[in-house]
């Protein structure tokens, strides 16, 4: 079966009511996408943001009336010069094409992700089976894979790790299967919690995972502290993260811009010996030591 695509920028109208309009008229399912390469970074609980260009996408039927389902939509929206593409889409394994695009990756020496339909091509490495999912992180973003390099590169055998922002896991159970003694999984996004509660478990590290919101975290510290999340909170959250870092204990943030990194640097050197910044692409790792006691 082929199908149709109906492509509509949304500068003008409201996406949402595009996209019931398109539902309206027979479509099968209806996307979003960035019509302006604009980059939407992790948002707050409870916000849910589109993009100011927004694309909205129906897809149809090959044997669907384009012309009909336009001008249903130029009446509705009372938008006579309405325009859209209309493209014919051929049929294929929808399913087994979004599978090919995730592969094995390895990050460091040893450290490997790999979706559940591939085996691992090192077994003998240290392997995560994960699939992309949900929640944010399956180590494909250049903020993931600096985190996780920096985990294969470190002794953890028998330490103890704090995974501050921990989406999908994969942070947490890299260190468990790195040897860490134990680890506490922390994000405030139920979503994020049950994704990293089915991939511990899925991975087999859950007794070494304690899984909790920011408010159920005991008062623990730790000897590391992880934070891949955004700048704003890195900032916000510096007190925080100087109060679960044991004295001596290693720090690492990612989720930062270079341009970023700088007031970042500054604040936290109030409690962190801080090191030289990492960079990929446009993103940075900072990574420092606790001081004995606040500057």
Not at 36 to 56: C, F, N, R, Y
Not at 131 to 138: M, S, V
Request: charged share 20%; with cysteine; proline share 7%.
């Amino acid at each position: 079966m082929a199908w149709l695509c109906i492509s509509i920028d949304s500068s003008t109208h409201d996406p949402e009511q595009l996209s019931e309009l398109l539902d309206a008229a027979g479509a099968v399912s209806v996307t979003f996408e960035d019509g302006a390469d604009q980059p939407i970074l992790e948002p707050m609980p409870g916000d849910t943001h589109l993009w100011s260009k927004t694309q909205v996408t129906g897809l149809f039927g090959a044997d669907a009336n384009a012309a009909l389902i336009l001008d249903t939509l130029r009446s509705e929206l009372e938008d006579p010069l309405l325009r859209a593409n209309v493209t014919p889409v051929d049929d294929q394994d929808w399913e087994r094409s979004w599978m090919d695009r995730f592969q094995p990756l390895r990050f460091g020496r040893r450290l490997w992700v790999c979706p559940h339909w591939h085996s691992p091509p090192q077994p003998e490495d240290v392997n995560i089976m994960l699939d992309p999912g949900l929640a944010f992180g399956t180590g494909t973003h250049p903020t993931t894979a600096l985190c996780l390099e920096w985990l294969d590169a470190q002794e953890l055998q028998d330490k103890t790790v704090i995974d501050y922002g921990c989406g999908s896991g994969i942070l947490a159970i890299a260190a468990a299967k790195l040897g860490a003694r134990r680890i506490w999984a922390v994000d405030y996004d139920p979503q994020a919690l049950t994704a990293t509660t089915n991939n511990a478990l899925a991975n087999q590290v859950n007794e070494q995972i304690s899984i909790h919101a920011p408010e159920t975290l005991p008062e623990v510290t730790a000897d590391i502290v992880l934070a891949n999340i955004l700048s704003g909170p890195l900032l916000e959250l510096a007190p925080r993260f100087a109060d679960l870092v044991r004295p001596g204990g290693k720090l690492v943030l990612s989720g930062v811009l270079s341009d970023q990194a700088a007031a970042l640097l500054e604040k936290y050197r109030t409690w962190f010996n801080m090191e030289p910044t990492t960079t990929r692409e446009e993103w940075v790792r900072l990574s420092g030591q606790r001081t004995d006691a606040a500057c």
